[in-house]
């Protein structure tokens, strides 16, 4: 099988992809990307053009990523390389905000034309500020919280989710994360977790699985949506599954910023879940020139301690949200863009 077609890990052939560029395809794309402008300023047409660029890829390799996105029975992770960078990336931004020192737009288009295969990008107005593609970056002071900026703690298994007034805080939340390295962490510490509920539903003995099934939990909101709406309070979910759907295609939805059992037996299927979790996850350590697709309703990832030095040398990840359609999530758009969403 050659290199622009999927390959598949034997032992991991269900839930994990490993897919890579031919170098001749990674420059041709890398070229096109060079002249993109700041995709902020019509991320339309940006994202348009990306598509555009990405339409060339050779077309194996552009139906495995299709069909990542598409089908049930898919893979639900998927580590792509062997990407085009950007010339100068420059330092890593303190401030989870946008970096300021690259030489172009060559990241972004990598993320937005693997987006555009899976879906729609969107922005949520408490999340990195409604941006579209977000600077995921070790933040000074956030060490130990369970968001994406921390450094100091195990990131735990969880689902991005989104607040949601209807009280269903997996309702709206994106469907696919694509994570693309712009820079790792300079001791290679960091790893990136992937647990798939199938391979979780696999492992668990059946209790467990009959209880997280039903109604036991409530999640809390995302720490960005507390932190800048709640005064840092917990804003707990209804009464939820943290299981659902066929015992074949089931679907996971787990906060980072909390889950709440409400009975002793709940409690303990949750710990035996996270347990699990870490029992069957793949492992990735990312790379510049490598970008992570994540199915965020197939299943749950993590992230591993690393040290941060806060001195424009850290890790740095960008991410996009993408959702199939954004039809669905209609009540939550704001008037001012037809991408943001509250």
């Given amino acids: 099988m050659s290199e622009s077609t999927m390959t598949m890990r034997a032992a991991e052939a269900a839930t994990f992809a490993d897919l890579a560029l031919p170098d001749a395809m990674r420059a041709a794309i890398g070229r096109e990307l ?121 990131l735990n298994f969880h689902s991005d989710i989104t607040y949601d007034p209807t009280g269903r805080y997996d309702r709206a939340n994106p469907d696919f994360l694509v994570l693309n390295c712009l820079r790792g962490d300079p001791a290679g510490e960091a790893v990136t977790y992937y647990a798939d509920a199938r391979d979780i539903c696999g492992e668990l003995p059946s209790d467990a699985l009959e209880i997280l099934r039903g109604p036991h939990f409530r999640l809390n909101a995302p720490g960005s949506y507390t932190r800048s709406v709640a005064g840092g309070s917990e804003v707990l979910s209804e009464p939820v599954p943290i299981l659902s759907g066929g015992g074949t295609h089931p679907e996971i939805a787990v906060s980072a910023n909390g889950v709440h059992a409400l009975n002793r037996d709940a409690g303990a299927a949750f710990e035996r879940l996270q347990e699990t979790c870490r029992s069957v996850a793949h492992e990735v350590r990312l790379e510049p020139g490598q970008a992570l697709l994540v199915n965020n309703r197939k299943g749950v990832h993590a992230r591993s301690r690393f040290a941060a030095r806060h001195d424009g040398r850290d890790r740095w990840l960008q991410r996009t949200y993408v959702r199939r359609s954004l039809w669905d999530i209609r009540y939550r758009v704001t008037p001012q863009d037809h991408r943001v969403h509250f």
């Fill in 34 to 154: 060079e002249s993109l402008p700041d995709p902020s300023a019509d991320i339309d047409r940006a994202s348009a053009r990306c598509h555009q660029v990405f339409a060339m890829l050779p077309l194996d390799l552009l139906r495995s990523v299709l069909d990542f996105g598409r089908h049930n029975d898919a893979p639900g992770v998927a580590l792509v390389r062997n990407l085009p960078v950007d010339a100068r990336t420059g330092p890593t931004p303190l401030d989870g905000g946008p970096g300021r020192g690259k030489s172009g737009f060559v990241s972004e288009g990598v993320l937005l034309g693997l987006s555009g295969l899976l879906g729609e990008p969107l922005g949520v107005l408490t999340e990195k500020a409604g941006r579209l593609i977000h600077d995921v970056v070790p933040v000074a002071g956030g060490e130990r919280t369970q968001t994406n900026q921390s450094s100091a703690v195990f």
